[in-house]
């Protein structure tokens, strides 16, 4: 399990196990607006980038997640 996924869970709040690749705004009812934004500014804070209004946009799955930090280098 990494980083990214417990980040997600606990904005979430929805157990571990319960987040993989696919969970996104489209199968998850938890993934509201607001928690979208919690996403994003998780995932800066805990990998130290800042991404871009297009790319925020586009991260609507824990999948999105990690291509966008895997153009940046970074391995979540």
């Not at 509201?32 to 805990?46: C, D, N, P, T, W």
Request: contains cysteine; charged residues 25%.
């Amino acid at each position: 399990m990494s980083e990214l996924v417990n980040l997600v869970a606990t904005v979430l709040r929805v157990p571990v196990d319960a987040v993989d690749d696919d969970t996104g705004t489209a199968t998850t009812a938890a993934w509201s607006s607001l928690r979208h934004v919690e996403i994003v500014v998780g995932v800066e804070k805990a990998y130290g980038v800042r991404l871009t209004p297009r790319e925020a946009r586009s991260c609507r799955s824990v999948r999105a997640l990690r291509d966008v930090l895997s153009d940046r280098g970074i391995t979540p």
